[in-house]
């Protein structure tokens, strides 16, 4: 079990999930996206809503920007499945849960994990205690980004094929590395995939951007990343984002904004729930 326990999913990891949790508890619907696998992987303890980072009120802008992300990911996986795009490659997945909570359509594509081992193979193992299992179409591709991994080979030995078109996500990713590091996990990317591929990325934008109501919460975050030994690195606006995927060779790319998903999820609501804007954000770029 301590092995076990060694390679749990990190804080901020399990942080998301429980997010995505707490929506469908703290939030009224319609809810944006219904998941609580990632709540059923933990199994926290029953007081896990009176944890600090799960306030409903303090927590409530954030969690709406992460299940916005993710819902504009899954309609976006929905969307290029039904043009014929059959495999979806997902970077530094942690507790993603398309696999489980929409085996229709991931039964129809080759869904790729890509993450560190220890927390990998822990996910693994609690999808097998649960009773989920891993379905053929399900690949989990070990990488150790530490190390020097390459992922690309990571992908093909798992059944990847790069002959043909994919969509790659990577969300809460880019802020904990260099500048040059995204430029070249960027061109690495474009390298990678067949023309016709979707890349979606999130970004983190200077924290004195952000909604002034917001601003609290986000250095908190970054104070919290930084004890813990994974300092946020990066930050970009919209411009330097765009201009990034543009140098590293997409030919196509766009900034979604919060604005964008408010009004595409959040319209009508009488609560007032909505992400906030200059936060983090994404990019969708084509090869």
Do not use: C
């Amino acid at each position: 079990m301590t092995d076990q326990q060694d390679a749990a999913p990190d804080s901020t990891a399990a942080r998301v999930a429980l997010w995505r949790a707490l929506h469908l508890e703290a939030d009224p619907a319609p809810h944006v996206l219904e998941d609580r696998i990632g709540l059923e992987l933990l199994a926290p303890g029953a007081d896990w809503r009176s944890r600090g980072d799960m306030d409903p009120q303090f927590t409530r802008p954030f969690r709406a920007s992460i299940v916005a992300r993710a819902r504009f990911i899954e309609d976006l996986v929905v969307e290029q499945a039904g043009r014929g795009l059959g495999q979806y490659v997902i970077l530094g997945a942690g507790l993603d849960s398309f696999a489980q909570r929409r085996p229709d359509l991931a039964s129809q594509l080759k869904v790729f994990e890509v993450d560190q081992p220890g927390p990998q193979a822990w996910k693994r193992q609690r999808l097998v205690e649960l009773g989920f299992g891993i379905p053929d179409w399900l690949r989990f591709v070990p990488v150790d980004f530490e190390a020097g991994d390459n992922w690309k080979d990571g992908l093909v030995a798992a059944g990847f094929d790069d002959s043909k078109p994919a969509i790659v996500v990577s969300t809460g990713v880019s802020m904990y590395l260099t500048k040059e590091a995204n430029a070249a996990a960027l061109r690495q990317v474009v390298a990678a995939l067949a023309p016709g591929s979707t890349l979606a990325m999130t970004f983190l934008l200077p924290l004195e951007m952000a909604d002034p109501e917001v601003r609290p919460g986000l250095e908190m975050a970054q104070k919290g990343a930084r004890a813990s030994g994974t300092p946020f690195i990066s930050f970009f606006t919209p411009p330097e984002i765009l201009a990034l995927a543009r140098e590293a060779g997409f030919a196509q790319a766009r900034h979604i904004s919060a604005t964008d998903l408010a009004q595409r999820y959040f319209a009508g609501r009488a609560d007032g729930l909505r992400p906030p804007s200059n936060a983090e954000e994404l990019l969708l770029a084509h090869t």
